[in-house]
């Protein structure tokens, strides 16, 4: 000091600390109805996003000014096929003693819009979207009765592109592509495999896969859907990846989300034998199916549609089957709301199961304890995680494990995700120390800095053990963890051991008969 007077000196009373990363932060990867905002296109550009407000903001489109109606985010196309009996497979309807089948045109689905809207409803915060494309244009054309639903407008490559661009991202913790089960087998085998790949090599974020025929299983063959998906994940990194079965009928759509503008494309002349044939005529529906071709009657959609509602019974049939087809949903939407809650609640150490899922209203398959048998423990050690009804409880999540079950050590979704939380907060905060003198105070300041916030997480219920030392231990240090040819190398190694909480996913009472004891 060269000029008397009275100076200041800060000193840290605190050493550094580990902070914890966020845990549930799922990454979309799908189609949207728009990718921009104030002229800025946004496909293929990881968005962070923390509400469905936020999405609504890059990725759909614009309502027109009022009383014209809303624009609709997502209009899938109908089409009703009379059939000369009873169909054995598909959605049909019985109209005028005439049976239809209900087809889609393949090229209008897609699930990301809804997978959105059902993550926010279970309880989602802050999640990534990367838009691959808007939607593509239609067919004209349909599926045949119980055919698999292939979207050719769904491409894998514009997907894995999506999929490469996580790459520059460390935040998301879960990889999702609802619009994966629209691609063929192969296709989705393909991609399957490329984001587990991508899971093992950034070690910061875990797969929920969908699988093929989730969505209309055949009560019996259903395991042939469960077997390909199996043949077509690979052996790369499984226990990065977490799979649930089957697709869940929601109540995301309404009536209001599906209208005549979604049947036969839009075409009116297909409608009208359906609301009014010839030996049955409804003059309500013929004034209000007129006002509609004469665009001068100043009236919207919406309401024609609320007009046909009221005056066609038939109509109001076909609006109701239509709307519950097109909210059966893929689970991953759901799963990444009710993992994000989960660890809200409680933390990465809890599994994501024995839990209602919001929006939930009906499964296109029951199944049973002996039927999950092999869906929980099969040979082949890749474990589908059950979406069950039990009477008197509703819809729960009735697995917890990942793709890689006979493994001991990653057998479970809450060991897989509490690890990669516990070593990606170790990582960042040990990145203070890059280029600090390896030397016995810098290991004893890492040691501390691990062991507190170690200690943090057992008193939070996450690591196992009635005392601290029995929950974790860290070593580092000459002689313990590191040679001197380490130190020479410029290396530190620190080594954390950890006892992960698992689940009691077996709980086993055991009865026996008590001898009557004499007095």
């Given at each position: 000091?060269?000029?008397?007077?009275?100076?200041?000196?800060?000193?840290?009373?605190?050493?550094n600390?580990?902070?914890g990363?966020?845990?549930?932060?799922?990454?979309?990867?799908?189609?949207t109805?728009?990718a921009?905002?104030?002229?800025?296109p946004?496909?293929?550009?990881?968005?962070?996003?923390?509400?469905?407000?936020?999405f609504?903001?890059?990725?759909?489109?614009?309502?027109?000014?009022a009383?014209?109606s809303?624009?609709?985010?997502?209009?899938?196309?109908?089409?009703?096929?009379?059939?000369?009996?009873?169909?054995?497979?598909?959605?049909?309807?019985?109209?005028n003693?005439?049976?239809?089948?209900?087809?889609?045109?393949?090229?209008?689905?897609?699930y990301?819009?809804?997978?959105?809207?059902?993550?926010y409803?279970?309880?989602?915060?802050?999640?990534?979207?990367?838009?691959?494309?808007?939607?593509?244009?239609?067919s004209g054309?349909t599926?045949?009765?119980?055919?698999?639903?292939?979207n050719?407008?769904?491409?894998?490559?514009?997907?894995?592109?999506?999929?490469?661009?996580?790459?520059?991202?460390?935040e998301?913790?879960?990889?999702?592509?609802?619009?994966a089960?629209?691609?063929?087998?192969?296709?989705n085998?393909?991609?399957?495999?490329?984001?587990?790949?991508?899971?093992?090599?950034?070690?910061?974020?875990?797969?929920i896969?969908?699988?093929?025929?989730?969505?209309?299983p055949?009560p019996?063959?259903?395991?042939?859907?469960?077997?390909?998906?199996?043949?077509?994940?690979?052996?790369?990194?499984?226990?990065?990846?977490?799979?649930?079965?089957?697709?869940?009928?929601?109540t995301?759509?309404?009536?209001?989300?599906?209208?005549?503008?979604?049947?036969?494309?839009?075409?009116?002349?297909?409608?009208?034998p359906?609301?009014?044939?010839?030996?049955?005529?409804?003059?309500?529906?013929a004034a209000?199916?007129?006002?509609?071709?004469?665009?001068?009657?100043?009236?919207?959609?919406?309401?024609?549609?609320?007009?046909?509602?009221m005056?066609?019974?038939?109509?109001?049939q076909?609006?109701?089957q239509?709307?519950?087809?097109?909210?059966?949903?893929?689970?991953?939407?759901?799963m990444a709301?009710?993992?994000?809650?989960?660890?809200?609640?409680?933390?990465?150490?809890?599994?994501?199961?024995?839990?209602?899922i919001?929006?939930?209203?009906?499964?296109?398959?029951?199944?049973?304890?002996?039927?999950?048998m092999?869906?929980?423990?099969?040979?082949?050690?890749?474990?589908?995680?059950?979406?069950?009804?039990?009477?008197?409880?509703?819809i729960?999540?009735?697995?917890?494990?990942?793709?890689?079950?006979?493994?001991?050590d990653?057998?479970?979704?809450?060991?897989?995700?509490?690890?990669?939380f516990?070593?990606q907060?170790?990582k960042?905060?040990?990145?203070?120390?890059?280029?600090?003198?390896?030397?016995?105070t810098?290991?004893?300041?890492?040691?501390?800095?691990?062991?507190?916030?170690?200690?943090?997480?057992?008193k939070?219920?996450?690591?196992?053990?009635?005392?601290?030392?029995?929950?974790?231990?860290?070593?580092?240090?000459l002689?313990?963890?590191?040679?001197?040819?380490?130190?020479?190398?410029?290396?530190?190694?620190?080594?954390?051991?950890?006892?992960?909480?698992?689940?009691?996913?077996?709980?086993?009472?055991?009865?026996?008969?008590?001898?009557?004891?004499?007095?």
């Open positions: 000091m060269k000029t008397p007077g009275v100076y200041i000196n800060e000193l840290n009373a605190f050493p600390s580990v902070v990363v966020a845990t549930a932060v799922p990454a979309f990867i799908g189609y109805p728009q921009e905002y104030e002229g800025k946004y496909s293929n550009v990881p968005v962070r996003i923390t509400s469905f407000a936020d609504q903001t890059y990725f759909c489109l614009p309502d027109p000014p009383p014209q809303p624009v609709k985010q997502y209009s899938p196309q109908y089409y009703l096929v009379q059939q000369d009996a009873q169909p054995a497979k598909g959605d049909y309807l019985l109209i003693r005439s049976y239809y089948s209900v087809l889609p045109n393949p090229n209008t689905i897609y990301l819009y809804n997978s959105i809207r059902l993550f409803q279970n309880g989602g915060g802050t999640a990534y979207i990367v838009s691959v494309g808007t939607y593509g244009p239609p054309k599926t045949n009765p119980g055919d698999q639903i292939v050719p407008n769904v491409q894998l490559n514009e997907l894995l592109g999506g999929l490469h661009q996580l790459l520059k991202e460390q998301p913790t879960l990889y999702i592509c609802p619009e089960t629209l691609l063929s087998v192969a296709d085998g393909t991609l399957m495999e490329s984001m587990l790949l991508q899971c093992t090599q950034m070690q910061t974020a875990m797969c896969f969908d699988i093929i025929g989730g969505n209309a055949d019996v063959l259903y395991t042939e859907d469960i077997e390909t998906f199996r043949n077509n994940t690979g052996s790369v990194g499984l226990n990065y990846g977490m799979a649930y079965y089957p697709f869940i009928g929601t995301i759509m309404q009536n209001t989300d599906i209208d005549y503008t979604n049947l036969f494309g839009g075409d009116l002349m297909q409608l009208m359906l609301f009014n044939p010839a030996d049955d005529p409804n003059p309500a529906v209000i199916l007129a006002n509609i071709q004469n665009p001068l009657s100043g009236l919207t959609v919406s309401q024609n549609h609320y007009a046909l509602l005056a066609s019974p038939t109509y109001a076909i609006i109701k239509i709307v519950s087809i097109a909210s059966i949903l893929p689970p991953s939407g759901a709301g009710v993992i994000t809650t989960t660890d809200n609640n409680e933390g990465p150490w809890q599994s994501p199961a024995n839990t209602s919001v929006g939930a209203a009906w499964l296109p398959i029951q199944i049973s304890d002996i039927q999950q092999d869906l929980n423990v099969p040979v082949s050690g890749k474990s589908i995680n059950a979406i069950r009804f039990f009477n008197g409880r509703g729960l999540v009735w697995g917890a494990r990942t793709l890689d079950s006979n493994s001991s990653w057998r479970y979704i809450s060991v897989r995700r509490t690890v990669i516990l070593e907060s170790c960042l905060a040990i990145q203070g120390y890059v280029f600090q003198p390896n030397d016995s810098t290991w004893v300041a890492v040691k501390s800095m691990i062991s507190d916030f170690l200690i943090s997480i057992w939070a219920g996450g690591l196992q053990g009635a005392r601290p030392s029995d929950a974790f231990s860290v070593a580092c240090g002689g313990t963890t590191m040679t001197a040819e380490d130190i020479l190398n410029g290396f530190m190694n620190v080594s954390v051991l950890v006892a992960v909480l698992r689940p009691a996913e077996f709980i086993v009472l055991n009865f026996q008969l008590k001898m009557v004891a004499s007095e």
